[in-house]
């Protein structure tokens, strides 16, 4: 595979295309951070409002990764994608054009759904790749698209220098942010007429109603009414934490919760309504169809930790070298960046272990351990560190954060064939819930740790190294779920993905490139 990898015909035209429309949709999807400044300086904004508008990027992103999920089990990575870029074009536009905070924070709520985007391709590159390289093939989508939130740390605060047509320490956010929209929604018409979702010769697998998730016992079905809960929790955590900064009262914040209730009832409803034959008895699955999702919940809970705890870094990440190391914006935002940047050969090498180690679970949980001693390490950063040597750790902690998550998403396609979309989407989400907690946790550490008074810059420095601390704590107690209850996938190193002996390996592997 690797000395096929330059190529761009096949397969890997597919992967090569997919991957881009991934770094389009997180070059949108964080196009904030590296600007964050110049907006707060321009609206005037509170530190907590700023932070706030960082939550309200990843907060619809939690239900979008569900909907999508269940959108590309029915009508196919190639229309769903296509949508979701030419989508992105009009948030960002509204973005560009508010004049106050309110704005903002509707503008970036609505954003914050491209960053779904990440579960479609999951679905295209399995559909493309056979199990025993599916590792390395998800690791080159992830880790290559993931760039595209390092992209923007690194190039924005340029553009948006070079777009201010001289005007001195100014960022021309506006034009930098309205552009990457239209872009993205160019870029999605052009992926549309050049990919398909499947090698000709092969089917693509459905459920028979992808209203909601497929489970094959009674108790995995209230397992998943449990788990859906943090998904619905999270999104009530928001709304009180856009409570928090006056941006409506107590009775709009209680219309949203029984709204969110309500939402969490429907979802339920609908998953009853797919596994209403199953719950009646009427239905049986043969041990051969079955799959046990509590290796979903464990890979949600590693998502989590590791592309949870990647999006809230991301997120604060130019702030905390611009306040630690007195670093001016576009400095800060470039070395920040060094972060993402790990993606382009993190999560490829944490799916290629994946791949040759032969044991997808071990790899699983070192990788985990290996990020939760990274974050507290990193929890000392502080004014008296040099600065070369806090760069080298930032990459590598970020290393083990993002291998982690090719790893996660090696054994994701492998769980469940026909709703692959699905339990990505499910996964894909926790990864958000976590985002949406250690952002808010982030943004009211300074208010907590100086008890309601004077936030100084040594309380900024200790709410840091708590927050680095708790994160470290948290994938170290998860690495343990994975190295004692997480299972070993049936066919992980496998030819042929489940359901397709029939194949051949030039139809599944190497169509032809006239249809192509």
Same mark, same amino acid.
């Given at each position: 595979?690797? $000395? ?26 964080? *196009? ?7 907006? %707060? ?11 706030? &508008?960082?939550?309200? *990027? ?9 909907? #999508? ?23 960002? +536009?509204?973005?560009? @054009? ?21 579960? +479609? ?13 599916? $590792? ?16 923007? !740390? ?7 220098? =070079? &777009? !201010? ?11 930098? +942010? ?23 010769? %092969? ?23 449990? /788990? ?52 009646? $008895? ?42 630690? =190391?007195?670093?001016?914006?576009? /400095? ?28 997808? %679970? ?8 290996? /990020?939760?001693?990274?974050?507290? +390490? ?19 902690? @970020?290393? =083990? ?21 699905? #339990? ?45 601390? /708790? ?44 249809? &192509?």
């Amino acid at each position: 595979m690797l $000395g096929e990898l330059l190529s761009f015909r096949g397969r890997y035209k597919i992967l090569h295309m997919t991957w881009f429309a991934f770094f389009l949709s997180f070059f949108v999807w964080f *196009n904030l951070a590296p600007l964050a400044t110049q907006v %707060k300086a321009d609206f005037g904004l509170e530190v907590s409002q700023i932070r706030t &508008l960082a939550i309200c *990027n990843v907060a619809l992103t939690v239900p979008a990764r569900i909907i #999508i999920g269940m959108l590309l089990d029915r009508f196919g990575p190639r229309i769903t994608y296509t949508l979701l870029l030419v989508y992105a074009a009009i948030p960002c +536009i509204a973005f560009a @054009s508010a004049q106050n905070f309110t704005q903002l924070v509707i503008s970036r709520l609505a954003l914050s759904i491209v960053g779904a985007g990440f579960v +479609i391709g999951i679905r295209m590159v399995a559909e493309w790749f056979p199990p025993k390289e599916i $590792g390395l093939a998800e690791g080159i989508y992830g880790g290559w698209g993931n760039f595209g939130s390092a992209a923007a !740390a690194f190039t924005l605060p340029t553009i948006g220098a =070079f &777009l !201010a047509f001289g005007a001195a320490d100014t960022l021309n956010w506006r034009l930098c +942010i309205a552009g990457s929209g239209i872009v993205a929604a160019l870029y999605g018409i052009l992926y549309f007429f050049n990919v398909q979702d499947h090698p000709p010769g %092969k089917v693509y697998q459905k459920p028979k109603n992808a209203r909601g998730l497929e489970v094959t016992s009674v108790r995995d079905f209230w397992f998943l009414m449990l /788990m859906n809960l943090p998904l619905t929790g999270i999104l009530m955590l928001l709304a009180w934490r856009l409570k928090k900064v006056n941006l409506y009262g107590d009775s709009t914040l209680f219309l949203v919760w029984v709204a969110l209730a309500g939402l969490y009832l429907f979802q339920a409803y609908n998953c009853w309504v797919v596994n209403k034959d199953l719950l009646s $008895g009427k239905k049986k699955y043969e041990a051969k169809d079955r799959y046990n999702f509590s290796q979903v919940a464990i890979l949600e809970l590693t998502y989590i930790v590791n592309f949870g705890s990647e999006l809230a870094v991301v997120s604060m990440l130019p702030a905390f070298f611009e306040g630690t =190391f007195t670093l001016n914006p576009a /400095m800060a935002g470039m070395i920040a960046s060094s972060y993402a940047f790990m993606n382009l050969v993190s999560r490829p090498g944490g799916g290629l272990i994946s791949d040759k180690l032969g044991s997808r %679970k071990i790899t699983m949980a070192v990788l985990t351990a290996g /990020m939760g001693i990274g974050y507290m +390490i990193f929890g000392t950063v502080g004014r008296g560190w040099w600065l070369p040597l806090a760069i080298l750790l930032v990459m590598a902690c @970020s290393f =083990f954060v993002q291998a982690g998550e090719g790893s996660t998403f090696a054994i994701v396609p492998l769980v469940k064939r026909r709703v692959t979309g699905q #339990i990505a989407g499910n996964v894909g989400a926790y990864g958000n819930v976590g985002a949406v907690a250690y952002l808010t946790i982030f943004s009211l550490l300074p208010e907590w740790l100086s008890g309601g008074g004077e936030v100084t810059p040594a309380v900024i420095a200790q709410s840091n190294t708590v927050f680095f601390q /708790m994160m470290g704590i948290a994938a170290l107690i998860v690495a343990f779920l994975c190295l004692f209850f997480l299972k070993e996938p049936e066919g992980s190193f496998a030819e042929h993905h489940e359901g397709e002996d029939d194949y051949s390996d030039e139809l599944v592997i190497e169509p032809r490139r006239a249809n &192509l």
